[in-house]
Structure formats: C-alpha cells, structure tokens
C-alpha cells in the first residue's frame, strides 16, 4: 500500500502540535541529557519555534510530523525533523529527508544538520541516507553532512 506523504505550510494550532510532537518524538533523548523539565521546554519552545521555515509532514492527510529547513544560499540545513512515534521507522522521514537531499543537489548544495550524540537511532538513520559525521560542533551535539554529488 502507498501512502501520500506530504508537506504543507503551518496553520493555526500548529505550534501547540509541534511542542506536543517534540515531546513524543525527542522527549526521551532531552531526558537524558538535561533532564524533562515540562516549564523550560516550554519557554525554549516558545522563544526558539522557528514558524517561517517549519512545516506539518502529512501521512494520507493527517498530521504526523514537522520539518525545519534553512537554505542559506550555500548549503540546507535540516534544523529539524521529528515524526510522531507513530509514523517512525516506516519510512517517512525518510522519504522526506531523500526528497530535501535531491532538492539541495539539484542546486549543488549539501544538506547539513545537527543531531544529539544519545540519539543514535538518529545517527544511523542519516548515515543510512548517506550523511557522514563531520565533527562535535557543541557538548552532546553530532554534527553530520550529505555532500552533493
């Protein structure tokens, strides 16, 4: 069976969605590294949600994620993306990452991104795209590049 995964532009009550799907996608890795204190991964949240380049991953038309993408001219970076438990490791991410991969080498950009060094689902998941680890830019912090062909 295939499914329509698509993206589409934030609307009202999409912030609330995305803290709530932080909190089931990441709320684990934010755990362990700094302890989930509900209070202050609202204030980050709140001060850091990034509207203008966040947008809802749909599965068959409902809501199952977000996507936060910066092109700044020389290379796109994957500020984030998280899946509702629900639609992970069914190949959606990855079906969304791929697509912003082709998009960025298409212009010959890489994509770079950022993931938490206890999240190694995650790591593997990019280097299973084909990202390479390019260093530890910050405490706790992987960082890892998809070059363009």
Not at 13 to 22: I, K, P
Not at 74 to 82: C, D, F, P, R, S
Not at 91 to 115: I, P
Request: net charge negative; with cysteine.
């Amino acid at each position: 069976m295939r499914h329509r995964v698509e993206l589409r532009r934030l609307r009202s009550g999409d912030d609330e969605f995305c803290f709530q799907l932080h909190r089931s996608a990441l709320g684990e890795y934010v755990d362990a590294v700094w302890g989930w204190d509900e209070r202050a991964q609202r204030e980050y949240h709140e001060r850091n949600f990034d509207a203008a380049h966040t947008q809802i991953i749909t599965v068959d038309g409902h809501d199952a994620g977000a996507l936060t993408v910066l092109d700044n001219g020389t290379e796109v970076v994957l500020g984030l993306i998280e899946l509702d438990p629900v639609y992970q490791g069914r190949g959606f991410g990855g079906h969304v990452v791929k697509a912003l991969v082709a998009e960025a080498a298409a212009r010959g950009q890489d994509v770079v991104l950022e993931v938490l060094d206890v999240n190694t689902r995650a790591k593997a998941f990019y280097e299973r795209l084909g990202f390479a680890e390019t260093g530890r830019p910050r405490e706790h912090k992987i960082a890892l590049r998809y070059t363009a062909p």
